[in-house]
């Protein structure tokens, strides 16, 4: 009797299968696959672990398959470079002069209010609701400072160029990608990665070194600098940036985390009367300028009274 | 055979997160004649083979269950085994629990370190699996990008996977970096 077949050789052969299903199988292949994974019921389960694994890093293929259409345009996943190529290039130096800040042009926008701004060297800010950022372009650097609120960055690729994004005690450094930095009050600074590669920097002396930052990855800094990071998954990303739609996506968020995010889009507010009804999880798509709408359908799903008085909605059990 | 890619996409989000504890519980629970591996992947077989999952309120607790279920057939088909030491295959409560702040910091920073391994792949390897999967080019676009064969690129495609695997099921850069090297040894 032959000896059996490892799991770890299972491992190897089903990664190569499941990079040969990546690339398209032949009607030949195919019943090489099945007469493979038919033999052993492990190598049916290795097939779609490795399946599974492949698609946790799945790039921007997804957003394509789920948004028809680039709302800020011009950067094809072809204007990257290579990544290897970018990683690479990605290790540029340079020094911050806060000084050189004070110029530039200053952009903000008004609660509820949403605005694409297109910058010179062809790179889009999207503003979220009641932000302010500051943009100042040299010859050498493209400069962002977020000064509160969110922002999208579309950067246009120039290699020659890095756009930094600074904000409280982190740059953000990128050549060509697409990334959201957040800086709202009581939590922590936010940076999200939708493509491409992003390189983040504590600007403190002893700050931690720099932290690798791929499509997918969620990263929060603590104010010296600290940087945690936590890949999601660019599926959780784009559902974290529905902002750009004028929505919000609360999976299993609390509804007290929920109340507090509406309440940066609209002076309407919503308050939680009971301490447990904020610990409740709600989910749904909802328009972030819109807090009644969350309100009622919140209430229906958690079975909560909702109350309102002028600007204020109630929700209580 | 293939799962679908619905299925595909359920198993990366529900389940795989939570593999590095499942395999934790599987050590505690050491049975003889039966691999961690083994029941890992026959577990995932199972979800994979299931007519449907939308009913799975929790696809942790559903994985630790099913687990369960193999080692428990495992032990029938021993039969050497008392029926009293099935007891110590009891699914404990807790284990089941979703994670506690602490494990999800924990898992945060293991998936730092998966994310970090990406890095850590041979030059072309990483540069067909990035252009691929980051950038989502075809592999015959990655393959004409970086001028070799497909069946070239199909291949650092299944290496820097199984390295990925690898660091999925240990959880950890040390253990990943590990199977890097005898990888490495073997090839």
Known sequence: MALRETSQDIDIAAAQWAAQIDRGLSAEEQGQLDAWVSADVRRQGALARALAVLEHFDGPQIEAATHSERPWGGLGRRNFLAGGALAAGLGVAGVLLTGQLGRGREYTTAKGELRSIPLEDGSTMLLNTASRARVHFSRGRRDVTLLSGEALFDVAKDPARPFVVRSQALDVRAVGTSFSVSRLPGRPLQVLVREGFVDVNGTAAQAPPTTHLMAGCWATASEAGDVDVRHVGVPTVLRALAWRDGKLDLDGMTLAYAAQTFSRYSDQKIVIDSPAAGRLTVSGVFAARDPAAFAHAAAEQLNLKVRQEGRVIHLAT | ?187
């Open chain 2, 1 to 187: 055979m293939i799962p679908s890619r619905d299925r595909t996409h359920w198993i990366a989000r529900h389940v795989l997160p939570h593999e590095p504890a499942l395999r934790a519980w599987l050590r505690r629970r050491a049975v003889v004649g039966l691999e961690t591996d083994d029941v890992v992947q026959e577990t995932y077989a199972v979800l994979a083979g299931l007519a449907a999952v939308e009913h799975i309120e929790s696809p942790r607790a559903y994985a630790f269950q099913t687990a369960q279920s193999i080692i428990l057939r495992h032990l029938r088909r021993a039969r050497i085994v008392r029926m009293d030491a099935m007891d110590d295959v009891d699914l404990q409560a807790n284990a089941i629990d979703e994670p506690s702040p602490e494990q999800q910091v924990s898992a945060r920073q293991d998936l730092r370190r998966v994310a970090d391994l990406i890095s850590q792949l041979p030059a072309k390897c990483r540069e067909a699996f990035t252009l691929r999967k980051i950038e989502g080019l075809s592999q015959r676009d990655v393959a004409q990008r970086m001028g070799i064969s497909e069946s070239t690129v199909e291949k650092h495609i299944g290496r820097a996977l199984h390295t990925l695997m690898d660091a999925f099921r240990y959880g950890g850069t040390a253990v990943a970096e590990a199977s890097l090297e005898n990888r490495d040894g073997k090839s």
